[in-house]
C-alpha cells in the first residue's frame, strides 16, 4: 500500500501562484511514477502533470507553460508549481501515484481561483 497526503492548495487571485505538495509513505519503493489530476464540478478528472521515474514530464495542453512538475525522492514527495493561474484552474487537484498494476490517489486539495 501506499498512502499519500497532499497539502497546499486555497484561494488565490487570478494571475497569483500556489505550490502543491504530495508526500508518500509506505511501500514507495513500487513507484514508477507521481503526478497531479484535476477535477473541476460537473467535469470529468483530468491529468494535470506526470513525473515518471524515467523520462520526461508530461503536461496536459492547458497548463503547459504555466506549471512546473517536480520530485524530491528523499523526501518521496511530488510538487506541482502553478502560475498565472486562471479561474479555469479551479477544481479539487489529486495526487496520484503509479505503481506496478495499480493507482494510488490522495484525498484530494482544492484549488480555487477568484477573477
Known amino acids: 500500500q501506499v498512502q499519500l497526503v497532499e497539502s497546499g492548495g486555497g484561494l488565490v487571485q487570478a494571475g497569483g501562484s500556489l505550490r502543491l505538495s504530495c508526500v508518500a509513505s509506505?511501500?514507495?519503493?513500487?513507484?514508477?511514477?507521481m503526478g497531479w489530476y484535476r477535477q473541476a464540478p460537473g467535469k470529468t478528472r483530468e491529468l494535470v502533470a506526470i513525473?515518471?521515474?524515467?523520462?520526461?514530464?508530461t503536461y496536459a495542453d492547458s497548463v503547459k507553460g504555466r506549471s512546473t512538475i517536480s520530485r524530491d525522492y528523499t523526501k518521496n514527495t511530488v510538487y506541482l508549481q502553478m502560475t498565472n493561474l486562471k479561474p479555469e484552474d479551479t477544481a479539487v487537484y489529486y495526487c496520484v501515484a503509479h505503481a506496478t498494476g495499480y493507482d494510488y490517489w490522495g484525498q484530494g486539495t482544492q484549488v480555487t481561483v477568484s477573477s
Open positions: 513525473y515518471p521515474n524515467s523520462g520526461t514530464s
Open positions: 509506505g511501500r514507495t519503493y513500487s513507484i514508477n511514477g
